[in-house]
């Protein structure tokens, strides 16, 4: 069980309101088991099971049982009521540091709109890391394909539901895996946090190679003298020089061998085809 939420993964929750009192098997998720109680009296079964709690959006504002639950000094996890200000979110933060509870995260869940929707605010999500500067999460649950844009956003990581499907869980961490990685620059201080933020860039690196390959192919079959034989050395050479921009530390010295690892791997495999 862990103690403290990791930032960049894909948490999920239960919620006791819907079957009151009974704390659900630790291997429903895999991870860390966060639960929402539906009143103070969940709490002891809640302090012995779970890695933390989740203060749900319906009722952020019940400060009581904010207080009851910060003080079993596990992690919670804050969602924003549906009708929160931002003042009134970072507020219930505030309650649980002043029980002596500070390992609180903050979790963006989503405005009720017109449509009886509730629609995720990316922007209050940026607001409340800035001015808290806490971890948020953002609740996709509703909509599991928002979460390239949550994590674009900044979002630390992501939080559904245990009712999403594989399929949506999958989504959510492909992206918090290869958006991240490009939307986030880590600054790992352990070896296993190092290698994790490294698996991260390997997996954005491993579908973009996949994808050049394709179009590499593509280029072949449109060129007049595909493959091997109609290599053209100058569209490399720029083409270094080019990434050599955005990769200044490695520089195209550095680089041109590692394309040209690349853009062989593509023209044998377009060979092969
Ligand atoms: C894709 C092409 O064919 C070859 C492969 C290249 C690549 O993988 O980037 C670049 C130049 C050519 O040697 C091309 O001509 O653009």
């Known amino acids: 069980m862990t103690s403290t939420l990791e930032p960049r993964t894909v948490t999920r929750w239960v919620s006791l309101r819907p079957h009151h009192g009974r704390v659900p098997a630790e291997d429903l998720v895999d991870g860390p088991l966060y639960v929402e109680p539906f009143s103070a009296a969940d709490l002891p079964a809640i302090a012995e099971r779970a890695a933390g709690v989740v203060v749900g959006s319906a009722w952020m504002q019940d400060f009581q049982l904010v207080r009851a639950v910060a003080r079993l000094g596990l992690p919670v996890i804050v969602q924003r009521g549906h009708s929160a200000t931002l003042e009134e979110w970072l507020g219930i933060a505030d309650y649980c540091v002043a029980e002596g509870n500070d390992q609180v995260v903050l979790c963006e869940s989503g405005t009720r709109t017109h449509l009886s929707h509730v629609a995720l605010d ?91 390959a394709e179009l590499a192919g593509v280029v072949q079959s ?40 690349v853009i062989e791997a593509g023209l044998r495999l377009a060979e092969e085809r």
Request: proline share 7%; no cysteine; charged share 25%.
């Open 122 to 212: 990316l922007t209050l999500l940026r607001a409340a890391k800035a001015r808290s500067g806490r971890p948020v999460l953002a609740d996709v649950s509703g909509d599991p394909s928002l979460a390239p844009a949550a994590i674009a956003a900044g979002a630390d990581g992501l939080l559904l539901s245990p009712s999403a499907s594989d399929a949506e869980v999958a989504v959510a961490r492909e992206a918090v895996a290869l958006f991240g990685a490009l939307a986030v620059r880590e600054s790992p201080s352990t070896l296993p946090e190092a290698r994790e933020a490294i698996d991260r860039v390997d997996a954005a690196l491993a579908v973009l190679l996949e994808r050049r």
């Open 222 to 261: 449109l060129k007049p003298v595909g493959g091997f034989a109609g290599r053209d050395m100058e569209r490399e050479r720029q083409l270094v020089a080019a990434m050599a921009e955005r990769a200044p530390k490695l520089g195209a010295e550095r680089l041109a061998p590692i394309m040209n690892a």
